[in-house]
């Protein structure tokens, strides 16, 4: 199962096939930003590279994995036991209930070695604040328990942390804030580097940007359940009650 907008190199279900395991009853890969034009498109590229994408590898290296709707590949037999493809229908997501699926069969999700890239060229703030709340709103809905800690996951807060230590010792804010956060983004940049992601000279601007709105994003899925989808209003309300 793959989204139309996923770029799919030559040797594609070579890839996923290669990080089948006895344990596992799903392969799928994160979205890898490509491409952007314009700082929001590469805000974008910020959120889905070295922010979600590295936090699901992080998930999936100690053996809690979760599905990402892009590319999932199944076993069919497992699919069909649990229901079939209606199945899927169970959560507001159909990625949470593939994860859900898998891990009641008592198998594991995997990643892919080497993610697939998907091109985003131009982006609006408006188009990237409503996609990241939606992706805010279920995750909050479908896995409330590892949602709770993402507004841990950003720089803003060491950052705030650092400067409030410094202001309290009386050392400079400027000297203590502006090394940390150069060592923490050029950790970031190293690591996109090493991944063969995307990197460009808004990158770091864009870091910073994603950073100061993941406190906002995680305060906003906690007080709405509402959210728009290609232009149609949903809510999740439904698969917050079930959970």
């Given at each position: 199962m793959a989204d139309s907008n996923v770029l799919m190199p030559r040797d594609y279900l070579q890839r996923l096939l290669l990080s089948w395991r006895s344990?596992?009853?799903?392969?799928?890969?994160?979205?890898?930003?490509?491409m952007p034009q314009g700082l929001w498109a590469e805000v974008e590229c910020a959120f889905l590279n070295t922010y979600q994408a590295r936090w699901q590898y992080a998930a999936d290296t100690a053996g809690l994995g979760f599905a990402q709707g892009k590319t999932m590949l199944w076993r069919r037999e497992l699919l069909e036991h649990a229901g079939g493809i209606r199945a899927l229908g169970a959560e507001i997501a159909e990625d949470a209930a593939a994860t859900k699926v898998v891990r009641r069969a008592g198998l594991r999700v995997r990643l892919v070695d080497r993610a697939f890239a998907q091109p985003l060229g131009r982006r609006s703030a408006a188009q990237v604040?409503?996609?990241?709340?939606?992706w805010a709103r279920l995750r909050r809905a479908t896995f409330p328990l590892f949602f709770l800690p993402e507004v841990l996951s950003g720089s803003f807060l060491p950052?705030?942390?650092?400067?409030?230590?410094?202001?309290?010792?009386?050392?400079?804010?400027?000297?203590?804030?502006?090394?940390?956060?150069?060592?923490?983004?050029?950790?970031?940049?190293?690591?996109?580097?090493?991944?063969?992601?995307?990197?460009g000279a808004w990158s770091?601007?864009?870091?910073?940007?994603?950073?100061?709105?993941?406190?906002?994003?995680?305060?906003?899925?906690?007080?709405?359940?509402?959210?728009?989808?290609?232009?149609?209003?949903?809510?999740?309300?439904?698969?917050?009650?079930?959970?």
């Open positions: 344990d596992t009853g799903l392969v799928c890969s994160p979205p890898i930003g490509c604040w409503s996609r990241q709340v939606r950052l705030l942390a650092a400067a409030y230590a410094a202001a309290a010792s009386d050392a400079s804010v400027a000297s203590v804030v502006v090394p940390l956060a150069a060592f923490w983004y050029a950790c970031e940049a190293y690591l996109a580097r090493t991944a063969g992601w995307h990197v770091p601007l864009a870091w910073l940007v994603r950073d100061l709105m993941l406190p906002a994003l995680w305060a906003q899925a906690w007080l709405g359940k509402t959210f728009s989808w290609r232009g149609n209003d949903m809510s999740v309300a439904d698969a917050m009650a079930g959970n």
